[in-house]
C-alpha cells in the first residue's frame, strides 16, 4: 500500500463527507436541542421528549464520528511521517494498518451520506412474512426475524416488536418490529423483497434439500407532520385474545387488535402491549405507515410513467444456500459471502451498504 496516497484520498474523501454532513450546522442543531432537553417540563409531551432525545443523541453521535475520523487521519499521518524520519519499520505497518482500518470507516460514514431520500432519515417499521416452502418457510422466516434482530443489537438501535404471528409447526408465519434509531429506514429499506433459503430441511425425515422464501416489507414510521387521516368509519376494530407459541394463551383478556382499513383493505395487528388501548395505538401507527408507503407508490409510479421508467427493482433479491455449498448472495449487487452463518448471525452491513450504493446508482440513471 502507498501509505501517503492512500491517506491523502481518505483526508479529502473525508473533507467531502463532511460537507455533506455539515458539521458546523449539526453542532448549532446539537446546542438547541440541548437547550430543548434541558427544559423544566421536557417530559410532560413524553412523544417529543423521546423525539428530541432520540434527534440529539443522533446527532452528537453523528458529529463524534466525523471528528474521531479526522483526528484519526492526522495522526496516522504523523505516525507515518514519525515511521520515515526514524527509519521504522514497526511504525510503517502501525500507520499501514491504520489506513486500512480509516478506509473502511470512511466508507461506511459514506453511505450514510447517500441515504437523501425524503423518509431515509425515519425509524423503520419492517414486516416479515413467510412464502412458498410450508414449515421451511416459517423456519426460515423466524431466522430472518433473528437476523434483523441481531443486527440491530450489533449497532445498539432499540427494536420493539409490534405483532408476532407463530406457525403451528414450527417458526412465525410473519412478525412487525420497529427499529427505534434515525435513518433506520432508509438504512433498511434496501432490504425489502423476496429473500431465498437453499438447505437440507430439518423438517424432512428423508433428509431432502428444500426451498424456501420469506418475504420482508420495510416502511418508514410515520410522524405528526405526515397528516395522514384516518377517519374512524374507514376502519373496524376488531379485538380478540393473544396468544403464543402453539396456541398457548398468553394473555386472559382480549387485549390483542386487529385493525381492518375497508377502502383498501389493509390489515394490521398488535398483540405485544399489554393493553388494548396500547396495541390500538401501535397498530394505527402500522397502519398509518402502510397508507404512507401506498401513497409513496402512487407518487412514485406517476413520476416514473411521467419519466416513461418502468421499476428496475426484482423482487427476489437475495439467496442464501447451506446445501449443497455455502454462500449468501445479494442478485442485485452481486455481493457475496461464503459465510451464511456469519449473515444470519446478523453480519449484513456489507449486503445493505452495497445495496444502498447499487440503488444510487440505478436511481442516477433515472
Known amino acids: 500500500m502507498d501509505v501517503p496516497a492512500e491517506l491523502k484520498e481518505l483526508s479529502a474523501t473525508l473533507a467531502s463527507i463532511e460537507a455533506v454532513l455539515d458539521v458546523p450546522k ?35 453521535g453523528e458529529i463524534r464520528r466525523a471528528e474521531d ?12 511521517d514519525m515511521a520515515e524520519e526514524a527509519n521504522d519499520a514497526d511504525f510503517r505497518a502501525e500507520a499501514e494498518g491504520e489506513a486500512a482500518g480509516l478506509r473502511k470507516a470512511i466508507d461506511e460514514l459514506e453511505v450514510r451520506t447517500l441515504l437523501s431520500g425524503p423518509y431515509d432519515s425515519r425509524q423503520a417499521l419492517v414486516t416479515i412474512r413467510s412464502e412458498a416452502g410450508g414449515v421451511d418457510a416459517a423456519d426460515f422466516a423466524e431466522m430472518l426475524l433473528r437476523m434483523y434482530m441481531r443486527w440491530a443489537e450489533r449497532h445498539n438501535y432499540p427494536v420493539d416488536v409490534l405483532d408476532t404471528s407463530y406457525a403451528e409447526e414450527a417458526g412465525i408465519k410473519s412478525a412487525t418490529f420497529q427499529v427505534k434509531a434515525p435513518y433506520a429506514y432508509g438504512t433498511l429499506s434496501v432490504e425489502q423483497g423476496t429473500h431465498r433459503l437453499v438447505r437440507i430441511s430439518p423438517f424432512d425425515n428423508q433428509g431432502r434439500r428444500q426451498t424456501s422464501f420469506a418475504g420482508v416489507e420495510v416502511l418508514p414510521v410515520v410522524e405528526s407532520s405526515d397528516h395522514v387521516e384516518i377517519p374512524d368509519d374507514d376502519i373496524r376494530v376488531d379485538v380478540y385474545r393473544s396468544s403464543g407459541p402453539g396456541g398457548q394463551g398468553v394473555n386472559t383478556t382480549d387485549s390483542a387488535v386487529r385493525i381492518t382499513h375497508l377502502p383498501t383493505g389493509i390489515v394490521v395487528s398488535c398483540q405485544n402491549e399489554r393493553s388494548q388501548i396500547q396495541n390500538r395505538a401501535s397498530a394505527m401507527a402500522v397502519l398509518q405507515a402502510k397508507l404512507l408507503e401506498r401513497r409513496r407508490q402512487e407518487e412514485q409510479a406517476a413520476m ?22 455455502q454462500m449468501v448472495k445479494d442478485l442485485r449487487t452481486d455481493y457475496e459471502v461464503g ?25 442516477a440513471g433515472r
Open 26 to 60: 449539526l453542532r448549532r442543531e446539537a446546542e438547541e436541542l440541548e437547550r430543548e432537553a434541558s427544559a423544566p417540563d421536557l417530559w410532560n409531551d413524553t412523544d417529543n421528549a423521546q423525539r428530541i432525545t432520540s434527534r440529539l443523541s443522533f446527532v452528537q
Open 69 to 80: 475520523l479526522r483526528r484519526r487521519v492526522d495522526d496516522a499521518q504523523v505516525l507515518w
Open 304 to 325: 416514473d410513467a411521467l419519466k416513461d421508467s418502468g421499476n428496475s427493482w426484482g423482487n427476489q433479491m437475495r439467496s442464501y444456500v447451506l446445501h449443497p455449498y
Open 339 to 363: 459465510n451464511p452463518q456469519a449473515v444470519l448471525d446478523g453480519d449484513i452491513d456489507g449486503f445493505i451498504e452495497a445495496g444502498i450504493r447499487w440503488r444510487r446508482s440505478q436511481t
